[in-house]
Nanobody, 127 residues
Framework: QLQLVESGGGLVQPGGSLRLSCAAS????????IGWFRQAPGKEREGVSC????????NSADSVKGRFTMSRDNAKNTVYLQMNSLKPEDTGVYYC????????????????????WGQGTQVTVSS
């Protein structure tokens, strides 16, 4: 059974850090590009960051550049999103998703490319 499971969300104060995990089962993450997306209440789901499976090249939204970093551990079949210097506007449900037709060496945070999604994990940044 194909599955993506996010974990690591929670409540954190502004300026704090969290590390989200996206664990895959039923397929290997080195065959797909992975993207992280988030959705705040009343807003559309937006792309946050992605990582290409062949090159490990990442791409991020301007709003998180310099604060969020993606990495992957193929041995654990897990992708991570390290989030530092968190702001209240980072609050939302965070989803990881797989692009099963990945680009040659790049990735995109356009959600239309992603055809397999996890259930999400809540991140709340508040004092």
């Amino acid at each position: 059974q194909l599955q993506l499971v996010e974990s690591g969300g929670g409540l954190v104060q502004p300026g704090g850090s969290l590390r989200l995990s996206c664990a895959a089962s039923g397929f290997t993450l080195d065959s797909v590009a992975i993207g992280w997306f988030r959705q705040a209440p009343g807003k559309e789901r937006e792309g946050v960051s992605c990582i290409n499976n062949r090159s490990n090249i990442t791409n991020s939204a301007d709003s998180v550049k310099g604060r969020f970093t993606m990495s992957r551990d193929n041995a654990k079949n897990t992708v991570y999103l390290q989030m530092n210097s968190l702001k209240p506007e980072d609050t939302g449900v965070y989803y990881c998703a797989a692009d099963r037709r990945p680009l040659l060496s790049l990735c995109t945070i356009a959600k239309g490319r992603y055809d397999f999604w996890g259930q999400g994990t809540q991140v709340t940044v508040s004092s």
